[in-house]
């Protein structure tokens, strides 16, 4: 009777285990594309694998901005409360207890915030987020030795690692540290906007998800080319990910991987002999007595394409070493060297405004340049007595230019009207957005002009308008070349790990319908200015074949002037088109601006006639 049982027992098993062992076949090999296998595995080792940021170059390859790589010294999430690490940490680096208090609380605040995040995002309670199980940097770019203390004796260093990164470096600091611009931790209101926009990641979202995306310790671009083409230079993380898949009758080990992508370079227009005459040219004039130099710009730009060939500001600093020099720097708020003065500084032209007002006159019927005025060194209009800087006789057009006449520009300004220096002014680009790919640009402005003191007052460049030196050299730029007001930009061109191109600049311009006889006037008058009677003549500038314009526009508050000198060269086939300005000095154009031209041509005349 039991050994019928047992038979029997066996039988329903045996029985049991063919059904099942079927069932595993038709799930295994009819249906397996029915089932997603991920709910068969479990995670193990998953990690980030870390880009490199492109690096930033000159047109000819010089490099401003590279990626090198750097130690990081990090400490565990879980231990960052402690005091343990501090003292040890203090003494390895030489960094204060109270700065990395300081920064390891700042790190506590920032992931809680992720852990917060992810509670209310998932409704769930007491999340552990992955920035909780990770060592965060608190001291960056740490000497070699450093590191290799950590490394060699990890148990005397509990919960302090070495992360392998990389840094910023810059070759060449000094060269154009405002272009290049700065690359700085994500600050809240970044964070804010990279969650608007929806490209941050958190330890709750799939490592698939990374790419570009921004984690809440990252760092971006903030100021200059490092902004501008953020999206270039950052790169692509990469991903890991290894599961335990779970098959018939065996565990495997599966790896899958996304490569990081490296960031692209990216290329200037800058050409780096340009920029350093420039640099050097504004350096030497704050050492001269005579020019009374002490802050200002020097724009070059190709006026063939808007190129952004040099564009030097004075004061400036070193991208290398301005961190240590960060207070004294942030101290001289009157010269402000952290402003970028050829897109940033905004100020009246002076007479360099006289270009458009005899563009104005001309295009409007007002004048010709036969048209003459006479200039008694004063001229009341309306009760009101307005100067000359000399008493110019009866003039015509090209020789008011010459010598800067401004009874001459009275006159023509009143002729043509208000609203035509206005509307001139504001075709050439003066008084608006270039658009030049620079972040934080400034706008200036050139007013409306209605009553006859304003008109006068534009008519010479003074009252309240307003120019960056990159708006007027681009309009010197449009003056050269027929009339085609280029877009400026700084960007050449990117390429990727391989030295492929990936994106480059084609030049963009608008047409200003001018007619011919009204270009050859103004370019002669202005041809005239740097000739023995003109107002640049003590400038030595004949043998580079300048044409140009001086200004001086007056403070009223302070006696002081800005002293600019603008226009192209070589005049009979421009090739470049430049500003330059004094600021709050005691000169003049002529005197004290075009001299610093004349040092930097000094020094690259040969290749502006070289250029192709």
Known sequence: MLSRRVYILVGLFGLAFLVLLGRLAQVQILWHDRFDLSRYTRASGNHLVETVRGGIYTRWGTPLA?????????????????????????????VPREKLEEKAQRIIRRVERIRRA???????????????????????????????????????????????????????????????????????????????????????????????????????????????????LRGRRGYVRNYLAFGLLKVEKVSREAPPEPGCDVYLTLREDFQRAANEALQRASGMPQLDFDRGALVIVDVRSGAVLAAATFPSYDLSTYRERLDEIAKDKERAPFLFRPVQAALPTGSVYKVITAIAGLEEGAITPATTFTCHRREVFEGRAFHCTGSHGTLALLEAIERSCNIYFYHTALAAGGPALTRWGRRFGLGMPTGVDFPFETTGRVPEAHATFQVINLAIGQGKLLCTPLQVANMMAAVANGGRLYRPHFFHHASNSEGEIVREQRPQFKRIALHETTLSAVREGMRLVAQKRGTARHADLERFRVAGKTGTAEQEASGLNHAWFAGYAPYENPKIAFAVVSESTTGHGGSHAAPILGMALERIWDEVERMQ
């Open 118 to 232: 992810v509670e209310k995002r998932t409704g769930m309670e007491r999340v552990r987020v992955v920035e909780q199980n990770q060592a965060h940097p608190v001291v960056r770019d740490v000497p070699p030795e450093v590191a290799a203390a950590v490394r060699a004796a990890p148990e005397a260093f509990p919960g302090i690692v070495i992360h392998e990164g990389a840094r910023r470096e810059y070759p060449n600091g000094a060269l154009a540290p405002h272009v290049v611009g700065g690359v700085n931790d994500l600050n809240p209101e970044q964070w804010k906007k990279v969650c608007r926009e929806g490209r941050q990641w958190t330890g709750g979202m799939p490592l698939s998800q990374i790419g570009a995306r921004y984690k809440m310790d990252d760092r971006i671009g903030s100021s200059g080319m490092e902004k501008e083409y953020e999206d270039l």
């Open 66 to 94: 590279r990626q090198v790589p750097a130690f990081d010294l990090a400490v565990s999430y879980d231990d960052l409360p402690k005091d343990e690490w501090k003292e040890q940490v203090s003494r390895l680096c030489g």
